[in-house]
């Protein structure tokens, strides 16, 4: 490997990384001595990386240092290609246009032998039962969940008993046939699912629900058991 990918690669490591990793834990990962991780991470904060953490503490990436993103390899490519297609097919349709435009931009500025593997990537996205319906207002939902925004909603569940809500929609779970507001309810004082085909009404509020978005998925994941993705 050479040393440019060898920086590359601790990158990218760091950045999967949202506290401070073992320097051990780093040069396992990258398959160097510990002698090697400690020179290469002098390197990158030379070159402007804001790299927190010293030998026996741990280190963190800070955001703020960017790079070209010319060093793809092939499956990081096809991961791109795969993941996109999906979301272009699977999604509703803003997203799925968002999806297709950002592969657009990548290719732009890949390099010519790279962006012949992006175009001639062979990972198709095979054809899937109908999905529910609900998929219309997947763009509302997504909307209320970035502004952190309350919404009331008329629901109908599984026996089709109605009843009005107003949720805190902090998630939104894609699954191959139906879609899932995570969130929440006000009603149930506790966290609740919701279909979004089972969602007869809604409409999003000016008020901003108490806390924020990221401590109640955290919160939410440890009472499920879901581990961060």
């Known amino acids: 490997m050479s040393r440019s990918q060898r920086l590359l690669d601790l990158i990218q490591v760091l950045r999967r990384h949202r506290r401070p990793v073992a320097g051990a834990a780093l040069a396992d990962e990258l398959g160097v001595s510990l002698r090697t991780l400690y020179r290469d991470i002098e390197t990158l904060k030379a070159q402007g990386a804001h790299i927190d953490g010293e030998a026996g503490v741990g280190y963190v990436l800070r955001p703020g240092f960017m790079l070209p993103p010319l060093m793809f390899s092939e499956e990081e490519i096809e991961a791109l290609v795969l993941g996109s297609r999906w979301v272009a097919e699977r999604a509703d349709q803003p997203l799925g246009d968002a999806a297709r435009n950002a592969l657009a931009k990548i290719g732009a500025v890949l390099p010519d032998d790279l962006r ?13 039962e109908a999905l529910a319906a609900g998929d219309t207002e997947l763009a509302s939902i997504r909307d209320a969940i ?3 925004r309350k919404m009331q909603i ?31 309810c006000e009603l149930r004082d506790g966290y609740r699912h919701f279909r979004t085909d089972r969602i007869t009404a809604l409409k999003s509020t000016a008020k901003r629900y108490p806390r924020r978005r990221a401590a109640l998925l955290k919160e939410w994941r440890a009472l499920e058991g879901v581990p961060e993705q």
């Open 116 to 128: 012949t593997s992006l175009d001639a990537s062979s990972l198709l996205i095979g054809p899937g």
């Open 146 to 148: 970035r502004a952190e």
């Open 154 to 184: 008329a629901y109908a569940d599984g026996k089709g008993s109605p009843s009005r809500r107003t949720i805190w929609p902090f998630a939104l779970a894609f699954f191959d046939r139906v879609r899932v507001v995570v969130a929440w």
